[in-house]
């Protein structure tokens, strides 16, 4: 794939430094929902230019990169008035990093194949430090010569590119990691929470549970409790990062996932469950890692 110029639709908390890092190989047009970002963008980086609208960062790009925070959104911005299928070029490329219902992916890639443009779902993980750095791991759907094709791109934001299978496969990957990702956070809190209140410091004990049986992302690059390791967003009362609520949304997307497939959930039940009360409880908008914090109050 060609990389002389991309369109970039949602530049949040990961699409911003995705859209960054793909401006150092092509340029970009860019735009988001909040019009004040795309220009701020522009402004940081020579190869980035802000568009007014999606069709606007879609017209003439190679291909358009998509960030979104829903189903809806996705839909909106590539099936809706103005959207990137009405503005892309046949023979272009749609690379949607969104975490979304696989079914929304699999509606898209057929209205796309529909104008004879390739689409692959290859929603991200490894979050903002990895967004800013270009070390993601993208979990692509699509076929085997399309995620090919996209290779380039794809690694011009990312360290790791895994064909999971056919469109919507890089969806359902991206659920079952999120599955265990919220378990595991949930895990790290409550033990982090359960030894400071019987005298064992989050840093002591994150000694031993990042060198031992329990390591996980949760504790040892991303801990939930201020002070423990430096990219957490615990440091920043829990600003910027993951927010509780897309958590809950992709929580809420696995759960309806395993239902038609007979598949048992318990543990991601009680994620979601958790997630609900604590977005509920004013914390949506903070990071996921605020689970602790949630406890510590509670």
């Known amino acids: 794939m060609a990389l002389r110029k991309i369109g970039f639709v949602g530049l949040g908390n990961m699409g911003y430094g995705m859209a960054r890092n793909v401006a150092r190989t092509a340029l970009v047009s860019a735009f988001d929902g909040d019009v004040a970002i795309g220009p701020k963008l522009a402004a940081e980086v020579g190869q980035v230019e802000a568009a007014a609208d ?15 925070p829903s189903n809806d959104a996705v839909r909106a911005v590539y099936l809706g008035p103005g959207g990137v ?12 990093t969104s975490t979304v219902d696989p079914a929304v992916s699999r509606e898209v890639a ?3 194949a529909a104008k ?6 290859a929603p991200v993980s490894g979050g903002v430090p990895a967004a800013d750095a270009g070390t993601l791991t993208f979990m692509v759907g699509g076929d085997a010569a399309d995620v090919d ?20 496969a890089g ?3 991206k659920l079952c990691n999120n599955l265990v990702l919220a378990i595991s956070m949930l895990g790290v809190s409550e033990a982090t929470n359960l030894g ?4 064992v410091s989050p840093a002591a004990l994150n000694e031993v549970l990042s060198t031992s049986t329990a390591r996980c992302w949760s504790c040892d690059t991303y801990h939930p409790a201020p002070g423990v390791t430096e990219a957490s967003p615990a440091n920043r009362d829990y600003a910027g990062g993951f927010a509780a609520k897309l958590m809950r949304k992709d929580l809420g997307l696995a759960a309806g996932a395993a239902a038609p497939v007979a598949a048992e959930i318990p543990l991601g039940s009680a994620a979601l469950a958790f997630y609900d009360a604590l977005c509920e409880g004013g914390y949506a908008d903070k990071d996921f890692s605020v ?3 949630y406890l510590r109050e509670k």
């Open 110 to 112: 057929a209205a796309a």
């Open 171 to 173: 969806g359902v990957a």
């Open 116 to 121: 004879n443009i390739t689409f692959l779902d």
């Open 291 to 293: 689970a602790f914090k």
């Open 196 to 199: 400071d209140r019987l005298g």
């Open 54 to 68: 999606v069709a606007g960062a879609a017209r003439g790009a190679d291909a358009v990169v998509t960030s979104l």
């Open 149 to 168: 094709a996209a290779r380039p791109l794809l690694e011009s934001m990312g360290a790791r590119v895994i064909h999971c299978g056919g469109v919507g």
């Open 85 to 96: 299928l009405e503005a892309l070029a046949a023979g272009s490329a749609c690379v949607d």
